[in-house]
């Protein structure tokens, strides 16, 4: 009699989190493991947020529950940001401050969805989505784009995939896993698509300020703004700030929307610390000069990195142009004998489970991404590690 629910079991456990914390377990067992697999800044919280939040522990205000949706100050910095960064006004009352925007993707997915209903998912995606989508008891439905077309969603393929079911399209650029930055052109086709067929877009845009080279980031909100009363816009402090412990995102979604998520958050976390609230008010209320400084950081990381891949026989990396993320094919080197113990992986996830046990390197099989035969490498961590992780992992293919 003690089962548990289909529901949970139906759901994969984060390949993300759970790569990383292998890798965390391994080095504290006292191995050396260079972890390539976390998408998280290496950088620390600027410290006139870390500022912020110390003041906030003393301020007997914040020893209290907010509103559910968050603090009201926090919610209207986060409706001037979004007139800053995305280009169009919205009322505090459409923002809902969430723990991280992992929360904000659940419970959007929460009250948009019935049984049965379908959500378009560009693959290769963040690998939370399926998840989430099943979680509320979707159909996540995959439409996949492949490295020959920079990742970018295709819409003709996108159309086939359209059902009477489906509910939702997810849009998110720049991409995890891929670091694509959807053109102007693939993002107001979409936001179009989903207005001619009454279909809700969730448009994820925690990357948003980080973009390289020439790319620049387009708002599906500015490009079709006759979508905005059909669009819910997720973000949150932890990419733009390096505050991913935090925890911190929120939604910006039309006001029936909002208000039903707040209903649902009421019963299920209540207000995010006020604490972090505080601080990422800092954070959001301030200036972009720290992701400036960790945009110029990352950049000189991406260009090291992806020649590394690329140095290496059997290994194809497209260039990124956003994110954190190097996406890289292996396919070249599965089926065939690797290492110096000349491990034969079948797959990309055997390849990765090898390189983290032989060579102690932790990157993220694109299993993970609906994207087998790649894997991720996340090049937000130090310049040293990031040589040192490429230098063995061409040691250990080579
Ligand atoms: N969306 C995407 C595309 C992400 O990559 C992540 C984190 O990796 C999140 C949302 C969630 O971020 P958090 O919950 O840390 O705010």
Redesign the pocket.
Known sequence: WQQLSTRIGNVAPSA?LAVDSKAKAMKAAGLDVIGFGA?EPNFPTPDYIVDAAAGACRDPRNHRYTPTAGLPELRQAIADKTLRDSGYAVDPAQVVVA???????YETLQVLLDDGDEVIIPAPY?T?YPEAVKLAGGVPVEVFAGAERGFEPDLDAIEQARTSKTKAIVV?TP??PTGAVWSKDTITAIGKWALKHHIWVIS?E??EHLHYDDASVSYIGACVPELRDQLLV?N????TYAM?GW???WMVAPAPVAKAVSTLQGHLSSNVSNVSQRAALAAVGGPLDAVAMMRAAFDVRRKAIVTALNAVDGIVCPVPTG?FYAFANVQALLGRPVGPEGTVCKSSSEFAAALLDQAHVAAVPGEAFGAPGYLRFSYALADDQLAEGMRRLAAWVG
């Open positions: 993300t998408g723990n991280g925007g992992k929360q904000a993707v963040w939370s998110n991409s995890n994820d925690i990357y997720l949150g402090v932890a990419k991913t925890r911190v995102g994110a």
